[in-house]
């Protein structure tokens, strides 16, 4: 009985190759390959599609887990047109029995097409800038020799994750978060569900990208509730980009502690998809969907809902043995039979990319920079200079600072301030730390301090005998009168005083180190 592959249902291209890169291509492939021609495959107006065989060297005593491997596997080549090489190729199984749910590292499938091999861990487009397509071809034989041996993970000890393409938007959110609330349990209502705020930071008709504000408990879901209806009120008076948009979103578990080791690369595109992939978890949507006909507030169309599997090992990369897959819907009111507390259409269903918050731990690693001094950095002066110090000090993971500055943004401050416009008409001091905190909002304990007064109090005879620990100050004033106040202030017998200018109408920067 012939195999049943994808190419079958693709007919021929006999459009000729106008683009002279992929017309060079293709032919140093069928050299490489040792045939006269390649037969090009229809795959959709841009693309074409070449079908090889490709030879897996399969290990002796038989395949990792039994997996269906086999030392011939049939292959699709993906080009573009119009766009190869900017548009990097695609590499896909040519096989509909191909064992797709067993491996992580194959791309979740566009609808009506195989899911695309996962070639490279880093930017295939990077990787392939300096190779050809016999290298890729290369690639995909080792890809699937590995996946024979159980040589695919990096970490066998641990779950990797799907991945995600042809996703719509991006959700933050930390996950340590999400994982004690399905950890413990924490439904808001009856059902295993969490309700969360989300704020949708997206502007215009730009893809969803939501921001996690709040997980709604019996204490927080008034506050929460006044803050979405604050955010539909603003909507309907005005359409400023600084209006704030927020959804009510959901998060979805299992109470049964099964775990699950298949991968889905055919991830819902719709309400009955997702209810499908719902009862494959042990995931129960029913009182979820019961929950949004009855009770949800949402103004807006977008509707996040956050699915959590349980895996059998940790995921790569994070505290626990679930795996977060995040979609939105498109549900409106006529959605919605309030008799039968049901939905009436089978509304569609988007995808959506996990992005984690900036921590500091992770802004000092990005920075190469040391850990936090426990000492606090005095900063007097948020100006020009001050500002992008402060800030250069945020953006590397470091918040122990008391920021000094009397004076408010104005207008003409915005040309060389780290600060933006909408910050005018506020302390500067205040305004940085108000930035600061935003940088690292999932974290609680973020310790910039700021005042809106001048930084001679620190140097000012103190009531007791005790002076303010001050081990490190930074003077951005460029004050003459504050210099000589330094100077002659006894703090140079305890902090590192740091002096920063700038000069010749700033063309000069000058710092300088006294004490």
Same mark, same amino acid.
């Given at each position: 009985?012939?195999?049943?592959?994808?190419?079958?249902?693709?007919?021929?291209?006999?459009?000729?190759?106008?683009?002279?890169?992929?017309?060079?291509? =293709?032919?140093?492939?069928?050299?490489?390959?040792?045939?006269?021609?390649?037969?090009?495959?229809?795959?959709?107006?841009?693309?074409?599609?070449?079908?090889?065989?490709?030879?897996?060297?399969?290990?002796?005593?038989?395949?990792?887990?039994?997996?269906?491997? $086999?030392?011939?596997?049939?292959?699709?080549?993906?080009?573009?047109?119009?766009?190869?090489?900017?548009?990097?190729?695609?590499?896909?199984?040519? $096989? =509909?029995?191909?064992?797709?749910?067993?491996?992580?590292?194959?791309?979740?499938?566009?609808?009506?097409?195989?899911?695309?091999?996962?070639? /490279?861990?880093?930017?295939?487009?990077?990787?392939?800038?300096?190779?050809?397509? +016999?290298?890729?071809?290369? @690639?995909?034989?080792?890809?699937?020799?590995?996946?024979?041996?159980?040589?695919?993970?990096?970490?066998?000890?641990?779950?990797? !994750?799907?991945?995600?393409?042809?996703?719509?938007?991006?959700? /933050?959110?930390?996950?340590?978060?999400?994982?004690?609330?399905?950890?413990?349990?924490?439904?808001?209502?009856?059902?295993?569900?969490?309700?969360?705020?989300?704020?949708?930071?997206?502007?215009?008709?730009? +893809?969803?990208?939501?921001?996690?504000? *709040?997980?709604?408990? %019996?204490?927080?879901?008034?506050?929460?509730?006044? =803050?979405?209806?604050?955010?539909?009120?603003?909507? =309907?008076?005005?359409?400023?980009?600084?209006?704030?948009?927020?959804?009510?979103?959901?998060?979805?578990?299992? %109470?049964? !502690?099964?775990?699950?080791?298949?991968?889905? /690369?055919?991830?819902?595109?719709?309400?009955?998809?997702?209810?499908?992939?719902?009862?494959?978890?042990?995931?129960?949507?029913?009182?979820?969907?019961?929950?949004?006909?009855?009770?949800?507030?949402?103004?807006?169309? *977008?509707?996040?809902?956050?699915?959590?599997?349980?895996?059998?090992?940790?995921?790569?990369?994070?505290?626990?043995?679930?795996?977060?897959?995040?979609?939105?819907?498109?549900?409106?009111?006529?959605?919605?039979?309030?008799?039968?507390?049901?939905?009436?259409?089978?509304?569609?269903?988007? &995808? *959506?990319?996990?992005?984690?918050?900036?921590?500091?731990?992770?802004? @000092?690693?990005?920075?190469?920079?040391?850990? *936090?001094?426990?000492?606090?950095?005095?900063?007097?002066?948020?100006?020009?200079?001050?500002?992008? /110090?402060? &800030?250069?000090?945020?953006?590397?993971?470091?918040?122990?600072?008391?920021?000094?500055?009397?004076?408010?943004?104005? !207008?003409?401050?915005?040309?060389?301030?780290?600060?933006?416009?909408?910050?005018?008409? &506020?302390?500067?001091?205040?305004?940085?730390?108000?930035?600061?905190?935003?940088?690292?909002?999932?974290?609680?304990?973020?310790?910039?301090?700021?005042?809106?007064?001048? %930084?001679?109090?620190?140097?000012?005879?103190?009531?007791?005998?005790?002076?303010?620990?001050?081990?490190?100050?930074?003077?951005?004033?460029?004050?003459?009168?504050?210099?000589?106040?330094?100077?002659?202030?006894?703090?140079?017998?305890?902090?590192?005083?740091?002096?920063?200018?700038?000069?010749?109408?700033?063309?000069?920067?000058?710092?300088?180190?006294?004490?």
């Amino acid at each position: 009985m012939a195999r049943k592959l994808f190419s079958h249902s693709l007919r021929r291209d006999n459009r000729p190759v106008t683009n002279p890169q992929l017309a060079e291509s =293709l032919r140093c492939l069928a050299q490489c390959l040792g045939v006269k021609a390649l037969k090009p495959l229809a795959w959709d107006d841009d693309h074409i599609a070449i079908a090889l065989m490709v030879d897996v060297e399969l290990p002796p005593l038989g395949n990792y887990d039994g997996l269906d491997i $086999r030392a011939q596997e049939p292959v699709l080549l993906v080009l573009s047109r119009a766009h190869y090489p900017t548009k990097t190729p695609a590499m896909y199984p040519d $096989r =509909l029995n191909f064992p797709k749910n067993q491996f992580a590292h194959l791309y979740v499938a566009a609808p009506g097409r195989p899911p695309g091999f996962c070639l /490279v861990r880093g930017d295939f487009k990077e990787w392939y800038a300096n190779r050809r397509l +016999s290298d890729v071809v290369v @690639r995909t034989r080792n890809w699937l020799r590995d996946a024979a041996t159980g040589e695919l993970a990096v970490d066998g000890e641990q779950f990797d !994750p799907v991945r995600l393409e042809g996703y719509r938007g991006s959700i /933050v959110y930390p996950y340590d978060v999400l994982a004690n609330v399905v950890q413990t349990d924490a439904a808001y209502a009856s059902g295993h569900f969490a309700v969360a705020l989300f704020e949708n930071t997206a502007s215009g008709d730009a +893809s969803p990208i939501f921001r996690l504000d *709040q997980i709604l408990t %019996a204490n927080t879901a008034e506050a929460a509730i006044k =803050l979405l209806f604050q955010g539909m009120k603003d909507l =309907l008076a005005a359409d400023s980009p600084h209006i704030k948009k927020y959804d009510l979103g959901y998060v979805l578990w299992s %109470a049964d !502690p099964t775990t699950y080791a298949t991968y889905n /690369v055919d991830l819902p595109r719709s309400w009955s998809g997702l209810q499908a992939f719902c009862h494959a978890y042990g995931l129960d949507l029913a009182s979820l969907e019961q929950f949004l006909v009855r009770a949800d507030l949402n103004y807006l169309p *977008q509707v996040p809902v956050v699915c959590a599997v349980r895996r059998p090992q940790q995921l790569i990369g994070f505290s626990a043995n679930l795996e977060f897959i995040n979609f939105y819907l498109t549900l409106n009111d006529a959605d919605k039979d309030r008799e039968t507390e049901l939905l009436i259409q089978d509304i569609p269903v988007q &995808m *959506q990319r996990h992005s984690e918050p900036l921590t500091r731990r992770k802004a @000092r690693e990005i920075s190469a920079a040391p850990a *936090q001094p426990d000492a606090y950095t005095w900063v007097a002066g948020c100006g020009a200079l001050g500002s992008k /110090v402060v &800030m250069h000090f945020a953006r590397s993971g470091y918040t122990n600072l008391v920021l000094l500055d009397p004076d408010r943004l104005s !207008p003409h401050n915005l040309v060389r301030h780290a600060l933006l416009a909408e910050h005018e008409g &506020m302390n500067k001091a205040l305004a940085l730390k108000q930035v600061v905190q935003q940088l690292y909002r999932h974290e609680g304990d973020v310790d910039v301090l700021a005042a809106s007064q001048s %930084a001679d109090f620190i140097l000012a005879p103190q009531p007791t005998d005790k002076p303010l620990p001050v081990s490190r100050l930074l003077d951005f004033t460029a004050s003459e009168a504050f210099l000589h106040t330094v100077i002659d202030s006894t703090i140079l017998n305890q902090a590192v005083v740091s002096r920063g200018l700038i000069s010749d109408h700033g063309q000069l920067g000058i710092l300088s180190l006294e004490g």
